[in-house]
């Protein structure tokens, strides 16, 4: 007999093999064939009014069944788009050609968030094979700029408001605990991304011929960035941290027992220490503090060997995560007040945005918060967790304010499955369990 | 009537045209053409015993003419590598094809060193072609890898010191005051480069899943060099300036009868201020002085938009100009210890050394330097003047060590030349008087 889940990971693999890069326009005709896979496959599943909707980016792939008047609705989002490859030198094997291992699929996009969106397709057409029909009522909304923070999302959940509106929103995006320890997230750090630009003169300089008497932009943009965090990890920005919620005693105690050894992060990231704000657990740093994290920087000669010039330009990519009541438009004046404050004589600095979102929570206790966990016990080991998650899903503030509903965000992948880094993968055991997961969830309505 | 000098300056073109870019092993081939052209020059300018020695790295061209015994001896040394020409963009015209606007040449490697090396060639053909001998002795060593810092020229040196002996080092490979100003360089810098860096975790991190809690290497990278100067622009390496000397009254005096702009450099460089360390004029920074220059820094994305990672690795190319009885491998191991001492929690920082060499200082009342000054006074319409100069290069101390000789740093470029960036280039007015003031000042002895 063959498993019909051999036949989804087949699926699976053929999704992974199409490189849906969206930050990078050299991977569009990756965008249009894996929008047009997931199209066909949502047809086959028997999904209704299956559609390729354009944007004025990547299209959204919308499909649903609303035949069970009476019962709720979810609205089932995920994205098909991926990080880009790179560092590619730094696979063991190709990322889009997926290769099973242990029984984890490597690919780029395996966890985050093809190998997670397959699942809820996959659930709806199992579900449909053995009744011929849904227990409750389900649309789908996959979109192809999650990477790039959805910049076309939002107008267009505006603009569809009717079509798109729904009891709860139903979201694979986010890590488990462990294997075997169920998480629902129900905090999101906000995101604010910009990039900083120093400019100092009209050309490379000698720096045998001007060094020490004239600015130099390299050195200029390390001032700068070294600025803004103090020697204990805190940012020294004025008015960064209003509207972060004081961290209560309660919350405190809640966290303290989220599962997390420092010792295992260490060995599994390969860090000789962690680092952060004083004051802080990790857990507390990484999932309710706000951050500024420098995430790339470049400047001047950076070939073999030595060039002895005084760089005219430097730039720095820069993400905030934020919290609670945070607002990026508003940290983000913030900034460029520090900034303006802080620049050295002879420099030109300019800060683009590139991307905003603001932080969003919710209570565990809701009735579709708390199926979720119980349909995840009938499958895992352990009793699911509540945790409050480090990233940014900047689209989940913009479902719940918009149409009115209530997030879940009942994720199937891991912490250590390299999203977003080389040899991404997705244990398959999470692909199988999540199916049986998600179709019992519907069930129990 | 053919002008000689137009001869001249078709041979300056061709030369020119050979791409000797020696930080770069894919020009390879361009450096061997070049030692040939300038062996092939030396032959016909009438020179003896022409030869390209082999070194280690890229060859030394050799050529004598020892005809008068009595008569001082002169080595002349120059370079036939060119810094790499990247950034390509911003040439107005192709790097390697040479192009005459204005009475310019532009081209890479047009004022540094070929235009200058030229001259001699040049003068020393004219003055055989006009009295089928030379006034005085000399020696012709021409290497390839001035723009590396002469790796195996002082090998070289220590192994051929009887052949190279000599009374006299001429060079032209600095600067002039100004179109009309002759200048005798008396001092360089010595010089010390090397890379920083750092790596903090086995792979890049997602900044959402650890961003707060773990180290990041670009981070990490701006506080260790921001470290490395104080906000008046002072270097805070425990040590750095043992051996810089006391700035005295009187040199302070004689600096600052050199002519300098402060108002027209900002506008030449495109600067919106000059930036250094306080209490020093401009040129005192820039010719007495010592500095640290960030010439290049990388790490994490890089790409177009943004990829929200916690870098792992960052690196900086960091340089040195030494003054005085600095040594640069006391100042190395002096910034290794500074650097251990600052180093955060959770980062491996590695240094590499790239490039040392002293600083070197000469007499201007010596004899060989003053009958130069004469004969650049025959030619210009203003006064020699004899400026400490902000560069470095390394082999003139090793030349007077080993060859117990005068150096004479007769430069014949303009500040101005754009040398070691975009267009490159070089007055012809200066090449042609520079071959009169050459032939001048050999028939001065």
């Known amino acids: 007999m063959v498993d019909k889940s051999d036949i989804y990971i087949k699926d699976l693999l053929e999704f992974l093999r199409i490189p849906t890069v969206s930050t990078d326009s050299a991977y569009k005709e990756g965008i249009v064939k894996g929008a047009g896979w997931l199209a066909e496959e949502l047809k086959k599943s028997g999904m ?89 009522n389900v649309k789908f909304c996959l979109e192809g700029e999650e990477e790039i923070a959805s910049p076309n999302l939002v107008p267009f959940v505006k603009k569809h408001k009717e079509k798109l509106s729904c009891d709860a929103v139903l979201v694979s995006d986010t890590p488990m605990m462990d294997k075997e320890t169920p998480a629902i997230v129900t905090g999101l750090r906000g995101a604010l991304a910009f990039e900083m630009n120093v400019i100092t003169a009209s050309s490379d300089l000698h720096s045998g011929a001007y060094g020490g008497a004239v600015p130099n932009a390299v050195h200029h943009l390390v001032k700068l960035l070294d600025s803004l965090h103090d020697d204990e990890g805190k940012i020294t920005v004025d008015g960064f941290y209003e509207g972060v919620p004081e961290v209560t005693n309660a919350l405190r105690e809640e966290m303290a027992r989220l599962p997390f050894s420092e010792e295992e992060t260490k060995r599994e990231l ?49 993400s905030c995560r934020l919290v609670g009541e945070q607002h990026p438009s508003y940290v983000f004046e913030r900034i460029r007040e520090h900034v303006a404050a802080f620049t050295p004589e002879g420099a030109t600095v ?54 009115d509903s209530e997030p879940v965000l009942m994720g199937f992948g891991l912490q250590s499955e390299n999203m977003h880094a080389p040899d991404e993968h997705f244990n398959l055991s999470n692909f199988r369990r999540g199916i049986k997961t998600v179709k019992n969830y519907f069930e129990s309505f």
């Open 48 to 136: 209704e009014n299956v559609e390729i909707m354009e944007t004025a980016g990547n299209p959204v792939v919308y499909a649903d069944w609303l035949h069970q008047p009476g019962k709720p609705t979810f609205l089932i989002y995920g994205h098909y788009d991926v990080q880009p490859p790179d560092p590619l030198g730094l696979w063991t094997t190709s990322p889009f050609e997926p290769e099973i291992r242990d029984d984890k699929v490597y690919a780029r996009g395996a966890t985050d968030d093809k190998g997670q969106l397959l699942i809820h397709v996959k659930a709806v057409a199992s579900l449909m094979e053995e009744y011929g029909e849904l227990p409750v």
């Open 270 to 318: 390969g860090l000789s220490s962690l680092y952060g704000e004083k004051g802080y657990t990790p857990l507390e740093q990484i999932g309710i503090r706000p951050t500024m994290e420098f995430n790339g920087i470049k400047g001047g000669y950076q070939g073999e060997g030595m060039k002895t010039i005084i760089p005219k330009e430097a730039s720095a990519k820069i």
């Open 350 to 403: 300019t800060l683009d945005k590139l991307i905003e979102a603001k932080a969003v929570t919710m209570d565990p206790d809701n009735e579709y918060i708390q199926k979720a966990a119980r349909a995840y016990e009938n499958f895992y080991e352990n009793e699911t967790l509540f945790p409050k998650e480090g990233g940014s899903i900047p689209i989940i503030e913009v479902f719940r304010g918009e149409l």
